[in-house]
């Protein structure tokens, strides 16, 4: 329980449970978690690799709800195990992947006779939410070139040069493929960017860097 420590405050019989009842996953990344209309069968906490939670409009467009890594729980699986509902999303594996599968049943048992599950449900929940309202607010609020500077700097890391595309950029910053398309341009006329298929080269960190501070 190294990953999820507060786990460590379950009773003996109740690591029991979660011992023998629980079971390990390991997906191929690309694999399907969970889509629109399924029901949840189980909470899942992540061991290793990391995987992404997406939303699609019914305008087509693809929005990066959160993504899951190592020693994080799927909250929508949480909230849909809570409230009974089904999935109104869809879960995908980036890379290979490592889970936890906690059954439904025995989630249910959990919750009802364990007071330090239930902190660990309800706090993971509470912070993920807030992060999710965060990034709405960024999307409804914050300027879109700001955000997209933000984002080439983070995919970039120490380095210069991204692998992806104008669509996987669109989904992630809640916009739409023409607009990225249109910004990325306007960062290439300055020079702060040089554009290729399917990659991003940076130019000018210090115009980026810049530009996502606001100024």
């Given at each position: 329980?190294?990953?999820?420590?507060?786990?460590?405050?379950?009773?003996?019989?109740?690591?029991?449970?979660?011992?023998?009842?629980?079971?390990?996953?390991?997906?191929?990344?690309?694999?399907?978690?969970?889509?629109?209309?399924?029901?949840?069968?189980?909470?899942?906490?992540?061991?290793?690799?990391?995987?992404?939670?997406?939303?699609?409009?019914?305008?087509?467009?693809?929005?990066?709800?959160?993504?899951?890594?190592?020693?994080?729980?799927?909250?929508?699986?949480?909230?849909?195990?809570?409230?009974?509902?089904?999935?109104?999303?869809?879960?995908?594996?980036?890379?290979?992947?490592?889970?936890?599968?906690?059954?439904?049943?025995?989630?249910?048992?959990?919750?009802?006779?364990?007071?330090?599950?239930?902190?660990?449900?309800?706090?993971?929940?509470?912070?993920?939410?807030?992060?999710?309202?965060?990034?709405?607010?960024?999307?409804?609020?914050?300027?879109?070139?700001?955000?997209?500077?933000?984002?080439?700097?983070?995919?970039?890391?120490?380095?210069?040069?991204?692998?992806?595309?104008?669509?996987?950029?669109?989904?992630?910053?809640?916009?739409?493929?023409?607009?990225?398309?249109?910004?990325?341009?306007?960062?290439?006329?300055?020079?702060?960017?040089?554009?290729?298929?399917?990659?991003?080269t940076i130019r000018q960190r210090a115009a980026l860097l810049r530009?996502?501070?606001?100024?």
């Amino acid at each position: 329980m190294g990953l999820f420590p507060v786990l460590a405050g379950l009773s003996p019989e109740e690591r029991a449970l979660l011992v023998s009842q629980a079971r390990v996953m390991s997906l191929a990344g690309g694999s399907r978690l969970f889509g629109p209309g399924d029901s949840p069968a189980a909470m899942l906490l992540v061991l290793g690799g990391q995987a992404r939670v997406t939303h699609l409009s019914d305008q087509g467009r693809e929005l990066v709800l959160y993504r899951l890594t190592a020693g994080e729980s799927c909250v929508l699986t949480t909230a849909c195990l809570l409230a009974g509902e089904d999935y109104m999303a869809t879960g995908l594996a980036e890379t290979s992947l490592q889970a936890v599968a906690i059954p439904r049943a025995l989630f249910a048992e959990l919750l009802a006779r364990s007071a330090a599950f239930r902190d660990f449900v309800f706090t993971s929940l509470s912070r993920r939410m807030t992060g999710i309202f965060r990034s709405i607010a960024d999307v409804a609020f914050s300027r879109l070139d700001v955000r997209l500077a933000e984002r080439l700097l983070a995919l970039a890391g120490q380095g210069t040069e991204i692998v992806t595309t104008h669509q996987k950029l669109a989904a992630e910053l809640g916009s739409a493929r023409e607009v990225i398309s249109r910004q990325l341009s306007r960062l290439a006329e300055q020079g702060c960017i040089s554009l290729s298929r399917g990659r991003i080269t940076i130019r000018q960190r210090a115009a980026l860097l810049r530009l996502a501070a606001g100024r």
